[in-house]
């Protein structure tokens, strides 16, 4: 049974709470304000299910990342975007907005099973596969709409998805708390969350236990197709379009997101919860520097860039020193990997 | 526990070292297509110079790459923080539509500026109506072809409506006056991008060896493509024309690599969008045959936008080559 509070957890709720604080404090209130919390709430969601994507991919091993993730939210919100125009038109906006939802899930499942393929059956590193497939699905989309950005007319409800409020709750943020329950669930309670999480560990190991890595490894890259899709009717529904190059910045983001959260890049190790946490705490920073006034020799969108790659830093040093016993001790400790004396040599996988 | 406590003063004293502001004059925050480039830059000073009048405080952001995805959340954010008043410079005017409502709606005053297609905005500033300036470029650009040859025209992106309105203006043009020209691949998009700019210009040149003209959109495409022309030694045989500014673009047209640049002050601009924004703040509107206060905006034009809103036109534009670069310093 793991601790509830992982050095990880610890370190983000800290950081969140500091944010709260002084930023509330340094804005007069308007940071703490219903308005803004719920402003920072349309925003996060779309980061938060490409980083459920990626912590997948990154936690399955074998060097697992998935680069493709914006790809295929854009890809599938075109393809998308093409069938619910044809079988539902502005006459029937509820009925587009559920086609809509049913077929870039699909598409998101089918890009997913194509990188599954790459790696599981044909036996390409995922890094490469992925790179691949982002190029392959960007181009795609690009051909499909002609470079131009692809507006649904007179959808007003599709765009209730991503902007409007249900009790005072933003709408992306209800789909993301769902989508963080099911990716719980299934990681967590579902037999496949045991043995994913042991491939992940080890995957020798695994197939020496008899696990089917394959389709292990297969369900894993779908899975992280399905919340890019997720994550695509988020985005369209936003700028009531999608355009081949919206959000050609979230795939780092994304990255950063979830190796902030604790994300072993080598696989098994990850907390849905880190996640969520992380997402939580770059929006925060994200939002700050466009509240906050700053001198204008300060570029706040360079001041940003700046300040989530000091937090990425701090946030995998601080939870290590902090978890060390003596400070000092891994600053001096000897190389782990020298064999004691006496002792056998250690035996790498 | 105690290393979380000082862990908290540590980063509460680090963001401490930032001053807060608070005043009592309304806010204007102008959001440009993407930070730390030359011509938003530029644009920066008008907004400043607009706010030394002491009417509104002004301010000037933006996202650090050119996504429209980070531009949205910037408005947002603004929303949330309810200034009084926003200028935008969209990346892609339909995608910006949803958060615009939004800001409109929270009763926010919206000026745009390039998005003449744009609904949700009370006025957009254009310095000049796109087709006409699109076929100025080219009237230029077929006068140094001698009127023949192949041409080929670049957009910084197709979702961006000012460089296709150019784009679309210039072949108009050609096509109207100039029957010896010969459009070919036309609108090659460059994300903004003078690397992009310039690898197409290589394709290009590699697929129509004797194409002697390019008309750029972008302020960066012109110095790919006036550098993958000088790589190749055709700065005597082509035809460079496009939007840049002088600072930008000066080198390459001394060396004669770029042929001509046009473009309208981004400070003016920056400078009436402010303006527009501070007379919506007072409840004022702008009509046709107003003066609002700069160079090429003393007579504007105002018609019916896209939506509920208008759009201002001025006579903005600057013509300039080597021999005049010198008078225009930024």
Request: neutral net charge; proline residues 4%.
């Amino acid at each position: 049974m793991k601790s509830l509070l992982d050095p990880f957890t610890k370190f983000l709720i800290v950081t969140i709470i500091a944010i709260f604080i002084v930023v509330g404090w340094l804005s007069g209130g308007s940071f703490l304000d219903i308005y803004n919390i719920q402003s920072m709430g349309f925003q996060m969601a779309e980061i938060g299910l490409l980083s459920f994507a990626m912590m997948l991919a990154m936690m399955s091993g074998n060097s697992g990342i998935d680069l493709s993730v914006v790809g295929i939210a854009i890809l599938s919100s075109v393809v998308a975007g093409i069938i619910a125009t044809k079988l539902a038109g502005p006459a029937a906006p509820v009925l587009f907005t559920c086609i809509f939802v049913a077929a870039a899930i699909c598409a998101g499942l089918v890009c997913g099973f194509l990188n599954g393929f790459l790696i599981a059956k044909i036996g390409y590193t995922p890094i490469l596969a992925t790179l691949g497939t982002q190029l392959v699905f960007v181009g795609i989309s690009v051909g499909l709409t002609g470079g131009a950005a692809m507006t649904f007319k007179y959808t007003q409800e599709f765009t209730y998805v991503g902007n409007e409020m249900i009790l005072g709750v933003p709408i992306p943020i209800i789909i993301f708390a769902l989508a963080t329950t099911f990716i719980s669930v299934i990681l967590q309670i579902m037999p496949f969350g045991k043995r994913y999480t042991l491939m992940g560990t080890n995957p020798i190991a695994a197939r020496f236990a008899g696990l089917d890595t394959k389709r292990i490894v297969m369900i894993t890259y779908m899975l992280s197709g399905f919340f890019a899709g997720l994550a695509g009717v988020i985005m369209s529904s936003r700028s009531n379009g999608v355009k081949w190059d919206y959000g050609s910045s979230y795939l780092l983001i994304a990255i950063l997101t979830v190796v902030m959260a604790g994300v072993h890049p080598n696989g098994g190790s990850g907390r849905v919860i880190n996640v969520v946490l992380a997402a939580v705490a770059l929006q925060l920073l994200s939002s700050t520097f466009s509240i906050l006034e700053f001198p204008a020799y300060l570029n706040p969108s360079f001041l940003k860039d700046f300040t989530w790659g000091l937090l990425l830093i701090v946030s995998i040093a601080v939870p290590k020193l902090l978890s060390a016993s003596d400070f000092l001790s891994i600053l001096f400790s000897k190389d782990e990997n020298s064999v004691p004396e006496g002792g056998a040599a250690p035996v790498k996988p | 526990m105690k290393k979380y406590l000082m862990l908290t003063a540590a980063l509460a004293a680090s963001v401490a070292s930032v001053p807060a502001f608070s005043a009592d004059v309304p806010e204007i925050v102008t959001i440009v297509k993407i930070t730390g480039i030359n011509w938003f830059n530029r644009m920066e000073e008008g907004v400043v110079e607009f706010g030394k009048s002491g009417e509104a405080k002004t301010s000037q952001t933006g996202p650090a790459t050119a996504d429209v995805a980070l531009q949205i959340k910037i408005i947002e954010d603004l929303i949330a923080k309810n200034v009084a008043a926003i200028a935008v410079v969209p990346n892609d005017p339909a995608a910006m539509e949803p958060v615009l409502k939004k800001a409109l709606d929270r009763g926010i005053k919206i000026v745009t500026h390039e998005a003449d297609n744009q609904v949700n905005t009370q006025y957009d500033v254009e310095a000049f109506e796109n087709p006409a300036y699109g076929a100025r470029l080219n009237q230029r650009m077929a006068e140094c072809m001698k009127g023949e040859g192949k041409w080929t025209t670049f957009v910084g992106s197709l979702g961006n409506q000012t460089h296709v309105q150019w784009a679309d203006g210039g072949a108009a043009n050609a096509t109207a006056n100039f029957p010896k020209l010969e459009l070919v691949d036309a609108k090659q998009e460059t994300n903004n991008s003078p690397d992009v700019a310039y690898a197409k210009a290589q394709e290009i040149l590699k697929k129509y060896p004797d194409i002697k003209g390019f008309q750029g959109a972008s302020s960066l495409d012109v110095i790919g493509i006036g550098r993958a022309v000088e790589e190749a030694g055709l700065q005597d045989k082509t035809c460079v024309f496009g939007t840049s500014l002088p600072s930008v673009a000066g080198k390459l047209l001394e060396t004669g690599a770029i042929d001509g640049i046009s473009f309208w002050d981004p400070k003016d601009a920056g400078m009436v969008m402010n303006k527009v924004a501070m007379l919506l703040i007072q409840g004022k509107t702008v009509a046709t045959g107003d003066d609002l206060g700069a160079p090429g905006y003393n007579k504007v034009v105002v018609r019916q936008g896209a939506g509920a809103g208008q759009v201002i036109l001025g006579q903005a534009w600057a013509d300039v080559d080597k021999t005049n670069m010198k008078d225009y310093p930024f």
